[in-house]
């Protein structure tokens, strides 16, 4: 239901809706994270658990962003490293790196990521939809983006980003 919320704020920012900036009403929560310097978020929904990292069992025959599996209270869950999958350079762990596992049509998949930051609520009028321009938004991964005073915090498409068909 949240989502469709989301979905339907962002078309309406896209159409122009000026009534949009002055509704500033909370639409749900995303779980912001660092790559880098920049900040990403995902839909709190999507977001089972976070864990320390820990020994990731490489799996033979995957794509180069799929760095193995863990176990996960008795349950084998893939490892996908984010700065892999968007193209950036590894990186040493640190101790801030972590995996927040994520579960999306009964599936939990873990992704590594630099440092979690908050998690935040959604206001109205704080969302921007993506730029059409594929040269501006090369990033396929962007669901929307969220302003929060002079940072943009981009939010994935938790469906894209796990789907293989992206890479």
Avoid: W
Avoid at 17 to 36: C, Q, Y
Avoid at 55 to 66: E, G, L, N
Avoid at 88 to 100: A, F, L, Q
Avoid at 124 to 150: C, K, L
């Amino acid at each position: 239901m949240t989502n469709d919320v989301i979905k339907e704020a962002v078309a309406k920012q896209q159409s122009g809706d000026r009534k949009l900036a002055a509704d500033n009403s909370v639409l749900g929560k995303v779980m912001t994270f660092n790559i880098g310097e920049q900040v990403y978020g995902i839909e709190i929904q999507y977001v089972t658990e976070i864990i320390e990292m820990q020994r990731i069992t490489k799996v033979p025959h995957v794509p180069s962003y799929i760095k193995g599996i863990i176990n996960v209270r008795s349950k084998v869950v893939p490892i996908v490293d984010i700065r892999t999958r968007f193209g950036k350079p590894e990186i040493p762990y640190t101790n801030r790196t972590c995996i927040i596992i994520l579960s999306f049509n009964e599936t939990s998949v873990g992704i590594i990521v630099d440092s979690v930051a908050d998690v935040e609520d959604i206001h109205t009028g704080d969302i921007s939809a993506t730029p059409e321009n594929r040269s501006v938004n090369t990033n396929s991964f962007i669901q929307y983006m969220i302003r929060s005073g002079d940072m943009v915090k981009l939010i994935l498409d938790v469906a894209r980003l796990l789907d293989e068909q992206e890479a």
